[in-house]
């Protein structure tokens, strides 16, 4: 014990004297050690909320201000003021729309423009910027790429990770499945900082969805406070802790649709019974199977030639009057837009008429006059091809919806109902990773 106490002062009185505490204060502070997450910086994520051509944005009820590159203040956007940015060559032009008076413009030649919550803001209001009628907090860079203007949001992860949650999952779902989620989209969101890039995820469903404050909870917001700074971690290194809405009653092996097995990412039985998607039916008309498969003129067959363990499709053939075509099961997926690759196939024949046309009258017919008339229409009526048969449509029978590797969201929604913490939720999904602070990394 004495030991132990040893080492803790002599931790502190370096960690005092760092950071400038008197000394005489530093024994008093042993009876109440300053928190982990008080050391630890909170990291920083970078999201990509929009690319376009132009981009427009308004100041919240709190002042914003507009700086370059090198950190200058340039202009100053008053509660309500709009700010439109554009490209001008190689340059950013920046066009003030205040309240009243002719709008100013700007050039930024750097191609680079930072809006940041305005020098003085103090404990009004907080500082908020609206972006295509959604709000976000953190720092916006709009950066020119291309053609286009990227609006990138810098934002500290614990500040994102309410939006995040709201996004992923219904905030009515029980804590214990929104904690989950904060723990899972927490650690996805620091393994792919990619410093060098010019930005980390994006705010779809390409990384992870992210709606800005209005998604956030008192629910989001308490999953991640009683979460913080909570990671997934295999050996010494974050997990890829990816996930997905539902997998229809067995998770992948992430070996089995992509190109390395991780050891974490194996199959598990899911919990997704009460998903309105376990279980789904497509049907799928000619003319869109024809816009499908553009190459082979549409389909009146499909094959499955192999699966993964699971039933999911790793490869088909798919057949059309124009002939065939070889394809993956996520080529397939997007090209029919199916909920997912656990599924198969079905062809319905087109049904006959049961009201065939009637026959024509033959009164008349057999007399001079009536056989003359019928040669005579016989000669002069248009050639016409015979009619091709109807194409069929597919019906597609399908379970879950995503990619089905990770933790199933539905899952664990199921997981939480039958009474287990977040912890054994992502203690199933993700076999063997272990849950620690990220400041322990």
Not at 137 to 154: C, H, K, P, T, Y
Not at 240 to 245: E, G, I, L, M
Request: proline share 8%; aromatic share 6%; net charge positive.
């Amino acid at each position: 014990m004495t030991r132990c106490r040893s080492r803790a002062l002599v931790s502190l009185l370096r960690f005092g004297w760092r950071a400038g505490l008197p000394l005489a204060l530093i024994p008093a502070a042993l009876a109440a050690p300053v928190p982990m997450q008080a050391r630890a910086p909170i990291p920083v994520v970078r999201v990509l909320l929009q690319e376009a051509p132009s981009l427009e944005l308004e100041a919240g009820s709190a002042a914003l201000r507009l700086g370059d590159s090198a950190g200058r203040t340039l202009l100053e956007l008053a509660p309500g003021d709009r700010l439109q940015l554009v490209r001008n060559g190689a340059a950013l032009e920046a066009r003030l729309l205040g309240s009243s008076g002719a709008p100013r413009r700007l050039a930024l030649p750097s191609g680079q423009a930072w809006i940041d919550p305005a020098p003085g803001q103090g404990g009004g209001s907080e500082a908020l910027l609206t972006l295509q009628q959604r709000r976000y907090r953190g720092r916006l860079l709009v950066r020119s790429e291309g053609d286009r203007l990227q609006a990138i949001n810098l934002i500290d992860v614990e500040s994102y990770l309410p939006s995040v949650v709201g996004s992923e999952m219904p905030a009515s779902w029980p804590q214990a499945a929104l904690r989950a989620q904060a723990v899972a989209a927490r650690t996805y969101a620091l393994r792919h900082r990619r410093p060098a890039a010019p930005f980390d995820l994006k705010a779809t469903v390409t990384s992870q969805v992210y709606k800005g404050v209005e998604a956030e909870t008192d629910s989001t917001r308490e999953a991640v406070r009683s979460t913080r700074s909570q990671v997934l971690v295999h050996g010494s290194a974050l997990i890829n802790a990816v996930f997905h809405s539902s997998s229809g009653g067995l998770t992948e092996n992430s070996g089995e649709i992509w190109r390395q097995q991780l050891p974490y990412l194996v199959s598990v039985p899911d919990f997704d019974q009460a998903s309105p998607v376990h279980a789904w039916q497509l049907r799928i008309e000619p003319e869109r199977l024809a816009r499908a498969f553009r190459e082979i003129d549409g389909a009146f067959r499909i094959e499955v030639l192999s699966t993964t363990s699971s039933g999911r499709i790793r490869q088909a053939r798919v057949t059309g009057p124009g002939g065939s075509l070889l394809l993956t099961g996520p080529e397939l997926r997007q090209r029919l837009g199916l909920r997912s690759t656990l599924a198969r196939f079905d062809f319905e024949a087109p049904r006959a008429n049961p009201f065939p046309p009637p026959l024509p009258s033959l009164q008349g017919v057999f007399t001079p006059e009536g056989i003359r008339s019928l040669a005579s229409g016989l000669l002069q009526a248009p050639w016409q091809a015979p009619r091709q048969p109807a194409a069929p449509t597919l019906l597609v029978s399908g379970r879950g919806y995503g990619h089905g590797v990770g933790m199933s969201q539905w899952g664990a929604h199921g997981l939480a109902l039958r009474g287990d913490d977040y912890r054994q939720i992502l203690h199933h999904f993700y076999q063997g990773a272990r849950i620690l602070p990220y400041s322990s990394l």
